[in-house]
């Protein structure tokens, strides 16, 4: 498990902002359940390491807020 700053990717950055309304709009609509909250529920594993990670690591742009 990670602790402490991530390490910035641009590529994934990028990625995720350009990633369209479109593109979202047609996954909530074929898959049930996409963008919904408490899917964890179905993974609990996963759940429970991304909580885990998400609460003890930190991104940079994090610093500047």
Known sequence: MKFGLRTPSL?????ARTTGQLKR??????IPGYG???IG???PKRAMY???YNKT???????FK
Do not use: Y
């Open 11 to 15: 590529k994934k950055s990028i990625s």
């Open 50 to 52: 991304n909580k885990v």
């Open 25 to 30: 709009a047609v996954k909530r609509a074929i």
């Open 57 to 63: 690591t930190f991104s940079i742009f994090d610093l």
């Open 36 to 38: 919904k909250k408490g």
């Open 41 to 43: 529920l179905l993974h």
